[in-house]
């Protein structure tokens, strides 16, 4: 069963920034990771999708890493803002088929102006 | 930009009532999701639906639970008898395509709807 843990649970950083957060899930057979940003009381948008066979991905200020084999993925945010500010989630696949996203408790970030 | 909707966004309901959700995915997309997020706890799978059919469920996904696409453009779930502990945000998701293709399964999700069970 996929289990995915979030660290930290909370952040708070002056803006400007560079900061990285960290997910680990248990079951390396996945298709492939999502990284979601979800705002109070909103939908999830979808940040950056990796595929199982990559490594990185890159959209503009973010970067997203994946380690299959160790089950880890971080993403990077560079130079942060308070419009960053939100609840951000790591979303592995339950197994290599790749239909069902297994979401983490997530990351609640304050970026301080 | 191609957006998810989702009616209502918020729905009060009494216990052991029928309550139907409705989803319209974004249009040229082929598979469509349901999640849910009880408050303060983390988003859960619910249900894929590909090609008029389910494609997967989770245990969550009981026989209180339906859902179906009743014509070309709207995606509903429906939970037929509810409980207090229904009471959640229930989101819709698309994704353009499934498995086999780079990036295919981006999910857009809609905003949501809180179902308010008392």
């Known amino acids: 069963k996929q289990e995915v843990t979030q660290i930290p649970a909370a952040l708070s950083v002056p803006e400007g920034e560079n900061l990285v957060l960290n997910c680990s899930f248990t079951d390396s057979a996945i298709y492939n990771l999502q990284w979601f940003r979800q705002d109070p009381g909103k939908g999830l948008t979808s940040l950056l999708l990796?595929?199982?066979?990559?490594r990185e991905q890159t959209s503009g200020r973010l970067n997203a890493s994946l380690d299959k084999s160790s089950g880890r993925s971080t993403l990077y945010i560079a130079a942060s803002q308070p419009g960053d500010s939100a609840t951000y989630l790591c979303?592995?696949?339950?197994?290599?088929?790749?239909?069902?996203?297994?979401f983490g408790p997530g990351t609640r970030l304050s970026v301080l102006p | 930009e191609p957006e998810v909707t989702q009616t209502p966004s918020h729905q009060v309901t009494q216990m052991g009532q029928e309550v139907i959700l409705r989803c319209v995915p974004i249009?040229?997309?082929?598979?469509f999701y349901w999640y849910r997020q009880i408050l303060g706890q983390k988003v859960e799978f619910l249900v894929s639906f590909y090609n008029n059919e389910i494609s997967e469920k989770s245990e969550i996904f009981d026989d209180q639970f339906s859902v179906e696409r009743p014509d070309g453009s709207n995606f509903t779930l429906k939970i037929r008898s509810t409980k207090l502990e229904d009471s959640a945000m229930y989101f819709c998701?698309?994704?353009?395509?499934?498995?086999?293709?780079?990036?295919?399964?981006?999910?857009?999700f809609g905003a949501g709807s809180r179902l308010t069970v008392l």
């Open positions: 979303a592995p696949t339950r197994d290599n088929y790749g239909q069902n996203f297994v």
């Open positions: 249009s040229n997309h082929l598979y």
């Open positions: 990796i595929q199982s066979s990559q």
């Open positions: 998701a698309s994704s353009e395509i499934g498995q086999g293709l780079s990036g295919a399964n981006v999910l857009t």
